[in-house]
C-alpha cells in the first residue's frame, strides 16, 4: 500500500505569512508524529496524536504552530506569522500503535524556505 | 528529557571496515530504535531493540543495549558506499503514553 505523504514537498513563503503543511499517513495507523529538522541537525518532535486521545503538543516551539488531525486520518500542521528560523524540513511519521512503540514510516517531508 | 544522544557526530572510514555509533539516553525506555536517514529527507526504520533483550542482529547490523548504562551501540559490518547516511537512535519513556523522542543523529561517510 502506499506510504505516508506530504504535501507540498517545498514550500517558500514571506516572513510573516501563514503555511499549512499537509500529511496523509497509512491507513490503518493510529499514531501521527510532526518533527522538524534543520539542516544538518537531529529531529525535533513537535506533536503527536494518538487515537482520539487529547495530542501531545509539548514539542510545538510557539503559539504560532498548531495541528489538527481530522478523522484520525489525515493532519495539518500550520504555522501562523512565519518567521525566518521556522526554515527547516518538516516530517510527518506514522504508526501502527504508539503505545507499543511500533516503528514509524515517515512521510519525505516538506522543506519549508521563509524569505 | 528522554533524548537519546549519539556519538560520535560524525565518522569517515573506509569500504570494508566497520562502524560503531553509540547512542545514550536519560530515561527508562520501553525500546530503542535505529534509523537511517538519506539526503536529509524521510528516515528508514532499521531495528527495533525491547528492554529486555541485550543484542540483535538483522543482517550485517548488530545492536545491543545496556539498560543499566542507558546506552545502546549500532554496529555495521563491511560497510558499503551505500551505507553512507546519518543514522538515530530512538527512545521512547517508560509510560505506555510516552512519546518517541529521536537524538541528534551521526553522519557516516564510507570512502570508497
Known amino acids: 500500500g502506499a506510504g505516508v505523504s506530504q504535501s507540498p514537498s517545498n514550500k517558500v513563503t514571506e516572513k510573516g505569512k501563514d503555511v499549512e503543511l499537509r500529511c496523509d499517513p497509512i491507513?490503518?495507523?493510529?499514531?501521527l508524529y510532526w518533527y522538524r529538522q534543520s539542516l544538518g541537525q537531529g529531529l525535533e518532535f513537535l506533536i503527536y496524536?494518538?487515537?482520539?486521545?487529547?495530542?501531545?503538543k509539548s514539542g510545538l516551539p510557539s503559539d504560532r504552530f498548531s495541528a489538527e488531525r481530522t478523522g484520525g486520518s489525515v493532519s495539518t500542521l500550520t504555522i501562523q506569522r512565519t518567521q525566518q528560523e521556522d526554515s527547516a524540513v518538516y516530517l510527518c511519521?506514522?504508526?501502527?500503535?504508539?503505545?507499543?512503540?511500533?516503528?514509524?514510516?515517515f512521510g519525505p517531508g516538506t522543506r519549508l524556505t521563509v524569505t | 528529557s528522554q533524548q537519546g544522544e549519539e556519538d560520535p557526530q560524525a565518522l569517515s572510514i573506509q569500504e570494508g571496515e566497520n562502524a560503531t555509533m553509540n547512542c545514550s539516553y536519560k530515561t527508562s525506555i520501553n525500546n530503542l530504535q535505529w534509523y537511517r536517514q538519506n539526503s536529509g529527507r524521510g528516515l528508514v526504520h532499521l531495528i527495533l531493540i525491547r528492554s529486555n533483550e541485550r543484542e540483535k542482529h538483522s543482517g550485517r547490523l548488530r545492536v545491543t543495549l545496556d539498560t543499566s548504562k542507558k546506552s545502546s551501540s549500532l554496529l555495521i559490518t563491511a560497510s558499503r558506499a551505500a551505507d553512507t547516511a546519518s543514522y538515530f537512535c530512538a527512545t521512547d519513556g517508560y509510560s505506555s503514553a510516552s512519546k518517541i523522542i529521536f537524538g541528534s543523529g551521526t553522519r557516516l561517510s564510507i570512502r570508497p
Open positions: 491507513s490503518g495507523h493510529t499514531a
Open positions: 496524536f494518538q487515537g482520539n486521545s487529547a495530542p501531545d
Open positions: 511519521a506514522s504508526s501502527f500503535d504508539s503505545r507499543r512503540s511500533y516503528e514509524q514510516y
